[in-house]
């Protein structure tokens, strides 16, 4: 069934799609449904608790990139928006700079620079790569100019820009475990996620833009929740903070690839859709979420303590050969559930957390880390794949983090040996001032 796509030549005139597309996390109109359709119980899921989830599920081999500390090259940690694993390097971005990175870590030099001038970019947010080209598209200034910078992949020099949206209109997305989604590149196609509510009344509340290399529309792709609730929507843009509390739209969705499938969520949807190359939407997975929600309720800003042990969310999912990996929120926890997509099966491990109280907006929100896969590969932290490709799980460790794991590396029994004796031998000579160090897990 082909869902809720909106293309260049259309804009609110599909606000009239039947309520029957429309699924939410709260309860559902009637609709007609795929029947082959994989429905995913997390009710079941955070109620089956296993002790852990191993790396080795999902891959065989993993690579570790000491990122070369030096004068040039070093960067602060804490500024990573983006990862991009390239076939001879990585591009590091950390909002001012675009640090350029072989396979072994020796550092080559910046993409472009941070600056007002025409050839420069202003604090980038997003990051994307065309390997045929060998030319990287770098976002400059979204959310006022909305420029998009391209520059060589091999000196760094300057080649174009392209203009994505007319000045001020909102191009913002929230970062998701790291990772800013608001720009990324994918099959040739520029994809610009944004977050709710809008700047402006008179902008359409699309949720996520698909252009071509020639800054052609090739779709523009609307939440449900959304398309429902314009009206809400519009009158909170452009309002005070105390004023947009009853209704706050959502955040940017969760997309993912796995070797050609682009599969994305949207905040509080009880559906996984695939996205084909024209960006038209079909669901790919049901989710039973045992929800009795409302929208409001949901993408209400100023939420009670009693939303979250209500509510079970799903904020972040990736794929792997078998399974379908997702973390979901209720209560004071956190989980990461394993669903063998073959099965059905569901399982997973969790993390305890708090619920706070903000008075700002005079509501509660919940602080907890997303769990994580024990490394049995090689050992070390433990991995959450907070950058990924279709065929790449990427994460990266701080020094002190790399440092501190020296007795679980000696200790734990690996599938790599020789992979475990370069981490050792790593540990012993990182200094806690040095560069982070990445771990690209090859996918099965």
């Not at 969705?253 to 960006?279: H, M, W």
């Not at 979901?328 to 669903?339: D, G, M, Q, S």
């Not at 491990?349 to 090689?378: Q, W």
């Amino acid at each position: 069934m082909i869902m809720r796509i909106v293309h260049a030549s259309t804009v609110l005139s599909l606000i009239t799609i039947s309520t029957a597309m429309f699924l939410s996390c709260g309860k559902k109109e009637k609709q007609t449904t795929n029947p082959d359709l994989s429905t995913i119980d997390l009710v079941g899921g955070i109620n089956n608790s296993i002790e852990r989830l191993l790396l080795s599920d999902v891959s065989a081999d993993i690579e570790i990139i000491p990122l070369e500390t030096s004068d040039n090259s070093i960067f602060n940690y804490e500024d990573v928006t983006n990862i991009i694993s390239t076939s001879s390097g990585v591009l590091i971005g950390v909002g001012k700079r675009i640090l350029h990175f072989d396979r072994q870590g020796k550092y080559i030099g910046d993409i472009g620079k941070f600056g007002n001038g025409p050839q420069d970019f202003y604090y980038t947010r997003g990051l994307g790569y065309d390997e045929t080209t060998k030319e990287v598209h770098v976002p400059s200034n979204f959310g006022t100019t909305n420029e998009l910078k391209t520059y060589h992949l091999e000196n760094g020099y300057f080649l174009r820009k392209m203009k994505m949206a007319e000045d001020g209109v909102s191009l913002i997305a929230n970062k998701n475990a790291g990772e800013a989604r608001d720009y990324s590149f994918i099959d040739g196609m520029h994809i610009i996620r944004r977050k709710l509510p809008l700047p402006s009344p008179e902008d359409a509340p699309w949720q996520m833009l698909i252009k071509d290399v020639r800054n052609q529309m090739v779709a523009c792709i609307y939440d449900p929740i959304s398309l429902k609730n314009i009206e809400a929507i519009t009158n909170m843009s452009g309002a005070n903070i105390h004023q947009a509390g009853t209704f706050w739209g959502s955040e940017a969705p969760v997309l993912n690839c796995y070797k050609g499938n682009r599969s994305l969520l949207f905040e509080g949807n009880d559906t996984i859709y695939q996205l084909a190359g024209n960006g038209t939407l079909s669901m790919r997975f049901l989710m039973n979420s045992g929800n009795e929600l409302s929208d409001k309720e949901i993408h209400q800003l100023n939420k009670t303590s009693q939303y979250f042990n209500r509510c079970i969310i799903v904020k972040d999912f990736f794929e792997s050969r078998s399974n379908l990996y997702l973390v979901v929120e209720n209560e004071k926890y956190a989980y990461l559930l394993r669903f063998n997509k073959e099965t059905g099966h569901i399982e997973g491990i969790r993390n305890k957390g708090e619920l706070r109280h903000s008075n700002l907006m005079n509501t509660h929100y919940r602080v907890v880390s997303a769990p994580e896969f024990t490394n049995d590969i090689c050992g070390g932290p433990t991995f959450y794949p907070t950058f990924h490709n279709d065929y790449e799980w990427i994460d990266f460790y701080t020094p002190d983090e790399i440092i501190a794991s020296i007795e679980n590396v000696e200790q734990q029994k690996t599938l790599h040996n020789n992979q475990k004796e370069q981490l050792l031998q790593l540990i012993k000579t990182m200094k806690s001032d040095d560069n982070p160090v990445l771990f690209v897990l090859k996918l099965k």
